[in-house]
Structure formats: C-alpha cells, structure tokens
C-alpha cells in the first residue's frame, strides 16, 4: 500500500509531494519555490513577503462567496533529526516513508508531519473543485522551528480574514487556544587546553537510544536528556578517579530532547581497570533508573585514540558543576490546571571542543513572569562559574480567548460528530500563534489537527485514522462558516 491509496487522498497526494522537497529550517529556498508555483499554477492569487512566506487567496465556493474570510495556517519548514546509523543528507534527500498499521513513518529521520500534514490540508482545499468553503488566505510561514522568524516578520497587509485556523497541534482531541512563549539562553566560555598527561589511556564515552521528542510537548513525560546524563556519568566518575577531558559534544537542536551525547576522555593507564569497574558500576545504576521510560538506552566506554590535548582541570571541573546545576524538565506546572506545564526548560546542546564551550538552552512558559524567572536562574548559574550568558529569540505566548466564537463553533461540531467535547488547552509547545496575534490583534485563532506522536525524534509518526478525522472536522466548520 502507497500512501496515494490512503483517504483522504488529498491530503496524502500533497504529504507526499512536500516531503519530496528538502525543507530544513533556514533553508526553505526551494519549498518556497515550491508553494509559489503551486498557487500559482492553480491560477491563485499568490504573494511572498519580504522574508519569505507565502499566502495564497482563493475565493469562496459558490454560495459562500461572501461568507467571512478563514485564514488557514501552518509552517513550511521542519525539525531534522536521523538515528546515528541512518545515511540521510537533509539538504539533498526527499523523507522516505512507509506505512506501518493505522501509522505513517519515516525511515530513520523525522517525518515532517509537524507541519506537513497542516501544509498538505491547506492545499487539498486550495486544489479542491467539490469543497464548500468560504474565501479562504493560506498563510505559510518559514522558520517556525528555529526562530520563527517568519511569524515575527509577517507582511500582516497580506491577511484580512477575522479568523484564523493553526493546524499545528498534535492531539486530535484537542483544540488549543494559547500557548508557551519562549526564550533561548546560551552560555559560553573560552577554556585553556593542555598537553594530555604521559602515560595516559583514552576512552571514547557514548550515550545513545533515548527517545528524545519535543521540547514542550515531551518535557513532563520524564524522558532522558543525554546531555545530563552524561554529564552524571562524568561527575560520579570525577568523584572517584582522576580523568581529562579532550570533548564534550551533545544534542543537536534547542527544541528537540537530546537523544545522544558523547565525550572524549584520559585518564591514568595505571588506574584504567578501577576506572572501567566504576563506570560499569554507574552505568548498571542510570540503566536501571531509566529501564522503564528508556528501555533503548545504550552507554558505552571504548578505548580510542589518544588526544594530543585535554581541557585544564580546573575548568573541566567549573562546566561539569554548572551542567549539573542547570534546571532541565518542568520547572512549574499551572496553577488552575496541575497537570499542565507552566515554565520548563531544555538543555538542549552541549559542546566543548578546542577550547570553547557553548551551553544551550530553549526556557518555555506560559507566564511571562516565569519564564523571565527561571531564564535568570540559568543566567545566574552560568554566570557564577564565569560563562557569558545570552538571551535570543524571545517569543511571547499566546493568551487564551475562551469566548471566541470560532472556538465554539468547532466545540459545537466535534461534540455533534463524536459525542463529547474536545480538550480546550493551552499547550506547552511554541505555536505562532503568539506572535501572529501581536500582529493580528483582532483575529480570533484556535488551534488543532490530527494526532502526531514522536515530534521532533526520528519516532515522529502521524495517526491515518486521525488524519480522517482531522480532515472531516475541518471541511465541515469551513463549510458551516
């Protein structure tokens, strides 16, 4: 079975389609080019703003002409991320992907569901002949992952629908109506590298197989960070044996888990066997720890090449402190609603090599005040080892609008199609919709879509079943509008 023969056809025809095009964020040259053609080989009207969005209009079907504008929203680009043993060249290659039950996959990458499939539905009803619907903007917005950079430069003259629809959630029985805000915190420093002692034996120390995931979606679940654990290894190590190290290297992205970290290390050939005894000994232990959430955790120590040069001890000793220090996992949950998050944090990228180090972090809240609180801890904690500290690409987040009508409306229509009321939310992921709504003061925005699992990890799988029923309630509020 391909997934062509999958319904709604519409919408896995453009799945396809845009997954055959490399769509790395800051680099979304060609599907840009992509989505222009497409609308305008439609005969739509069709813009791209300055930065790099694309909207295209399409009137209302007949009879709804005059209905209000809908504005239909989701982003092109998408987070890359590939098993260790995957060969896959993100700027070059199209998502290989395949069937698997009532699931569709990638092999070994991410698939770009998170937000190819918001992407496919906005096309299916741009192509559609046989829809009712009323005068509809797909707004397509670039760099959503990495600095949603697009959102926050929108040319907003280019939208004049009242309402906008965000197909970026990953819950199908779950409309949202705010979100987090965010903020990125780095630290770094300069280190001094020393020549590596005599008589020294070097290990090569990796921490693989955790199941990484978003950054908001995932951070309550409990998953393992490599970066902290890794960083626990080197600190009960440090507590027992003398070592040196020449790298630490983790993560890959600020908004993904980190799923794998590694270090090179030295120590003494005299005390090599106490070494490899202890460290099996802290292994055993974090294996056990993590045996029920991380079942694929894989920690191995092999002998490797001996480095020329090591980091100064006293140094290795300030970031090992600090990486232990840095809150990582939900700071607060919600007041009103304890089982949501409030503030969290994800130490997201380690990397030390040739005498610089750069510590980052993604800090997310739905409180402006929380989030400004625990970015300052963070601050205060790198800085009292000496690191500098930045903060980047603040975003707010997007407050709830409980009374709006559209909101209703898809209450209303879910529970008439499947008997009860979705989950009204506030999620703890990074929508546009925060920024959109600076922009767009007076559009009331709701959120939703069709379940998608593993966001932002190489297990990133979209629901079929879900998908339909995704599909189902939009055409129907569109064609209730």
């Known amino acids: 079975m391909t997934l062509h023969s999958i319904e709604p056809q519409a919408i896995w025809k453009h799945f396809e389609n845009i997954n055959a095009v490399p769509r790395p964020s800051k680099k979304e040259e060609r599907v840009r080019a992509f989505m222009k053609a497409f609308g305008e080989n439609l005969g739509l009207e069709t813009h791209e703003d300055a930065v790099g969005n694309i909207v295209i209009k399409k009137p209302g079907s007949k009879g709804k002409e005059n209905s209000p504008k809908i504005a239909l929203q989701s982003h092109l680009d998408m987070v890359h991320q590939k098993n260790n043993q995957t060969d896959f060249d993100f700027d070059t290659q199209g998502i290989a992907m395949f069937i698997d039950g009532d699931w569709v996959r990638a092999k070994g990458t991410t698939l770009g569901a998170d937000n190819g499939i918001g992407v496919a539905a906005i096309m299916a009803l741009l192509e559609s002949t046989d829809i009712p619907h009323p005068p509809l903007e797909g707004l397509f917005t670039i760099d959503e992952e990495t600095g949603m950079t697009g959102a926050k430069n929108l040319d907003a003259t280019l939208i004049s629908a009242k309402v906008m629809l965000n197909l970026d959630t990953e819950e199908d029985d779950e409309v949202d109506i705010g979100c987090a805000g965010g903020i990125d915190v780095t630290a770094a420093a300069n280190y001094v590298e020393q020549p590596t002692p005599v008589d020294s034996k070097a290990y090569h120390l990796t921490v693989k197989g955790l199941r990484g995931g978003h950054s908001g979606i995932d951070i309550h679940r409990g998953f393992g960070n490599a970066n902290k654990i890794i960083n626990q290894i080197l600190i009960e190590l440090a507590e027992k044996l003398d070592f040196h190290l020449n790298t630490l290297q983790g993560g890959s992205l600020r908004n993904a888990i980190p799923r794998e970290a590694e270090a090179v290390l030295v120590t003494a050939k005299s005390t090599s066997t106490d070494f490899e005894n ?3 000994t802290i292994v055993a232990r974090i294996q056990t720890d993590f045996s029920s959430i991380e079942s694929k955790l894989k920690i191995e120590l092999k002998q490797t090449h001996l480095p020329e ?12 402190q600090a990486i232990k220090q840095a809150h990582n996992g939900v700071y607060r949950f919600q007041k009103d609603f304890p089982d949501m998050v409030e503030t969290s944090n994800n130490l997201a ?4 090599k040739s005498g610089q180090l750069t510590i980052d972090c993604l800090t997310r809240s739905s409180s402006e005040k929380s989030k400004c609180e625990l970015a300052n801890l963070l601050k205060n904690t790198f800085e009292a080892v000496g690191f500098e500290v930045q903060f980047g690409n603040d975003y707010p987040g997007w407050n709830p609008e409980p009374e709006a009508e559209i909101l209703h409306k898809y209450i209303q229509l879910y529970e008439a199609y499947h008997g009860q009321k979705p989950h009204v939310a506030a999620c703890h992921a990074g929508l546009e ?3 959109l709504k600076e922009k767009l003061p007076d559009v009331q925005m709701i959120s939703f879509g069709p379940t998608i699992m ?6 990133e799988r979209v629901c079929i079943s879900s998908v339909q029923k995704f599909w189902m309630l939009l055409t129907r509020l569109l064609e209730e509008i």
């Open 278 to 280: 202890i460290f099996n």
């Open 309 to 320: 040069k090591v980091v100064e001890k006293a140094f290795q000793k300030k970031a090992l």
């Open 349 to 352: 990228k380690v990397n030390m």
């Open 433 to 435: 919709c925060g920024i």
């Open 454 to 459: 593993g966001a932002h990890s190489p297990d």
